[in-house]
């Protein structure tokens, strides 16, 4: 019902930015939920993931995330359904990112022997920094990889 003053509030950034505050949204969420896990099950790190989550879900309401996203913003924004593609698409890069990650950790505790010299890859420390890795990298593949030329 307002999809107008969506698109007047945002209509002055760019599809970039727009899809770095999806990706950031749910790199926070991941962040407080791994670091609620696995360093310390304590209060503030539930309540960054909570609030990451609760960001990423209001962004990916605003702007109708699922598998078919094009068609469906096309219809509710129009012409301006950029702006919301792209958050779609920083929200799906974050998620990539996560499975990736998941997929080379889990590939590293399966390969590398615990008398290895590159068993420091699996320290929590090094598992922290792999991520950060891949997620900037998901992160360049959707603000340059010409996705967001498309929307």
Known sequence: NN?????????????????LV???AVVIA????????????????LIVFVIGLACEQFIAGL?????NFWYSTYVVY???AGLANAANLGIMGAAIGIAVYAL???GLLVIIRKTSPLNVLTKSWASFILYFVI?????????????????
């Open 104 to 106: 080379v950790f889990v």
């Open 3 to 19: 999809t107008d003053s969506i698109v007047a509030v945002l209509g002055g950034v760019s599809p970039q930015g727009i899809a």
């Open 78 to 80: 129009g012409k301006q």
């Open 135 to 151: 997620e900037t990298i998901a992160l360049l593949v959707v603000l340059f990889g010409g996705l967001l030329t498309t929307v």
């Open 30 to 45: 991941y962040v407080g939920l791994a670091m609620a896990v696995v360093v310390s099950p304590s209060w503030p790190w």
């Open 63 to 67: 702007s109708m995330l699922n598998l």
């Open 22 to 24: 999806g990706w950031v």
